[in-house]
Every structure is written in C-alpha cells, then in structure tokens.
C-alpha cells in the first residue's frame, strides 16, 4: 500500500456511485450477451475503457478506487474462513488436490512470469531496461 | 447482535494479523511474506469458530457486508489498469500470449495430479478451473460436470497460497520486472493474489488485474473444450 495519495473525502460518495454503476452495467453486459465472465470483472474493464475514453474523468473514481482497493485483502477473509465449511468435499483425494494448488499455482506462476520477461527480452533487450522499478 | 460481532472480529483479526506481520518483518525480513495477514487472519478466524461451535453459515451471515464490498472493489481495478493503458496497448500481443501460455500451463498443472492419482472426472473437472475468480471458476466446472462448491474451495485455497508466496516463488527468477510480477500473480492465482500484487505497487496491481481479465475469458473457453474432447475419448 505505497500508493497513498491524499483522499479527499468529499469525492468518495459519487466515486462508490460510479463504481456500482458500472457494476451493474457489467452484470448487464454479461447477462445479455451470455458472456463467461463475471458481472464485476466485466465491470472493471468497462470502467478502465471510459476513463480510456474520456467519457469520465479519473479524479471522479480515483479516491473511491484508492479506498476500496487499499483494503481488497480483507474483503477476501470471509471467502477464506469458507475453507472450513468444505472440509468434507476437500476429504476425499486431498492429496492430489494438494499437489495440484502448490505445484500447480507455482508452476503456472513462473511459467507466466518466464514467458513473459522472455517476450520482453527479445525486444527491448538493447534499450536501456527502464521498466525495473520494483519497490 | 452476533452479526456485528463476526464483522467486527474479522476487521480486528485482521488488524491485529497486520501488526503482526509488520512486526515480524522488523526482525525476520522476507519471511515474514509467509506470515500474509489474509493467511494469519483466515486461520485465526476458522480456529474461533471451531473452539465456539460456530457454523460457517452463520459466520458467512455476520460477514456479508465485507464481501458485499468485493465486487465493487473488482470494478475498481479498473483504475490502475486504466493508469497502465498507453503500456499495456503498445504491448498487447505480448500479454496475450503470455496469458494463454499461463492459462493452459494453470489448467494442465491443475488437471494432471487428479488424472495420475486416478481420480473420477467430476474431481478432475472441479480443479481444471481453479486458477480464475470462484464466480467464474464454478460456472466452469458447472458446465464440465465438476462439483462447484469443491471448485470454490480450491480456487481460494489456490488464492491465499498465490498471494502468499507468490513474491516468494518468483524471486527464484532473480530480478523481476513489476509488469512480469504482476501478471504472473494474476493469472495463477485470481482476484487475492491480485489484492497481494496490489500492496507491492499500483503496476503490479494493473498487471495482475489484467491476468485475472484475460485469464478468466481464456480458461472459459479452454475448459470446456477440454471437456468435450475428452468426453470424445472417453465414450
């Protein structure tokens, strides 16, 4: 969380309206076309298509995002401490469904990161490397 | 009365897990990234409810304000990516091949320790999924004839494990550029590792949001597919 610019309280009421507006018109969105993914992950990319538009300002969403996103861990808890109520469907082969979360998500993680810095080597490999800013 | 009380356990598990961390920090360092409030928190909670006989669906119930706020907190992803636009525009097709690579890598990864172990295809199916958000990772297994709520548990199981090691696993990869970082976050390990990606900067945060997008879309397409061809083999 090193992101913290000053909020300005009085802009947090309209941000949370524009950002379930958008919510809602992302569930819209998937609903009427049938679409796979979720009405919020549909919500996000229509939000960050009209900021990329100009259709709205950022500085309208900008401290409402801050606010909400500064706390995204803790909103996933409650799903978290929902492991408990499945301990009867995770019983049975749990060893294989170990192996395939930690081997699984570190594989899928270095093979993503792998292929990724490897597509950015071959192009920018001869320029000066600016993009190194890992705080 | 008992639903305020879980809400406001849960904020102060959480606070209290915070310190904790920063503490540890102080004097372990990196390790301390093991120590992930929503890791420390999760155990702290689950281990109340078991010592109170309390029952995850009344918990669940006391807690529905919290994951209420999730899906406007996923809207607003749209702002650090909207933040990364002109970047990640330049280098679209590069994203995109690397998330297809993650996304089949994620759903291979998941489908071959249950199909060695010998396990039935509604287990295999259940964990094709897990790599993408528990709303669209259910709607998956749900079409491929997986049990959704074992879906569920091993898409947040694969989340904390993700945003808890994920610095970790990747610093095996020496230096590390944000945009790498984040984008690998994302797409094995969903909307918490997101969140995780998130505290390490805003550009790790874009990315990863954008791993989760595409991932989800991809793995949406895959599975099934997957499904179909190997229903054709089996039959």
């Not at chain 1, 090193?2 to 909020?7: D, F, K, L, V």
């Not at chain 2, 639903?3 to 920063?22: D, G, K, P, R």
């Not at chain 2, 049990?147 to 993700?162: E, Q, W, Y």
């Amino acid at each position: 969380m090193n992101h913290s610019r000053q909020i300005d309280s009085s802009r947090l009421l309209p941000g949370i309206g524009i950002l379930f507006l958008f919510l809602v018109l992302g569930q819209g969105v998937t609903k009427l076309f049938h679409l796979p993914i979720s009405g919020s992950v549909m919500g996000m990319v229509l939000l960050s298509c009209a900021l990329g538009c100009r259709m709205i300002p950022l500085s309208w969403v900008e401290d409402a995002s801050q606010i909400l996103l500064q706390h995204l861990s803790l909103f996933f808890v409650p799903a978290g401490v929902g492991l408990l109520a499945y301990r009867e469907v995770l019983r049975n082969n749990w060893i294989p469904i170990v192996l395939a979360i930690l081997l699984g998500t570190m594989v899928t993680m270095l093979g993503t990161a792998g292929v990724h810095r490897m597509l950015n080597r071959t192009e920018q490999d001869l320029g000066s490397n600016q993009e190194g800013s890992n705080s | 009365m008992d639903n305020l009380l879980f809400l406001t356990s849960t904020i102060f598990m959480y606070v209290l897990a915070q310190t904790f961390q920063s503490l540890l920090m102080k004097k372990l360092g990196k390790v301390a990234f093991l120590f992930h409030p929503v890791l420390v928190s999760v155990i702290g909670l689950i281990l109340v409810l078991v010592f109170t006989h309390t029952s995850y669906e009344v918990y669940a119930e006391g807690t529905e304000g919290l994951t209420f706020l999730l899906a406007p907190s996923v809207v607003a992803l749209g702002v650090p990516l909207y933040k990364e636009w002109k970047k990640l525009a330049a280098k679209i097709g590069k994203i995109l091949i690397t998330v297809s690579f993650g996304s089949l890598v994620g759903i291979l990864s998941s489908i071959l320790p249950p199909l060695l172990w010998g396990c039935p295809p509604e287990v295999i199916f259940s964990l094709a999924p897990r790599s993408v958000t528990t709303p669209i990772a259910m709607n998956i297994a749900q079409g491929t004839g997986g049990v959704p709520s074992l879906t569920a548990a091993v898409v947040v199981a694969t989340g904390i494990f993700g945003a808890v090691m994920g610095p970790l696993v990747l610093s095996l990869l020496g230096r590390i550029e944000s945009s790498v970082l984040g984008i690998a976050i994302g797409v094995a390990s969903h909307g918490i590792g997101t969140a995780r990606a998130l505290e390490l900067g805003e550009r790790e945060g874009a990315y990863s949001a954008l791993g989760l997008c595409l991932n989800g879309v991809l793995t949406s397409i895959l599975v099934p597919i997957l499904y179909t061809g190997a229903n054709f083999h089996w039959n």
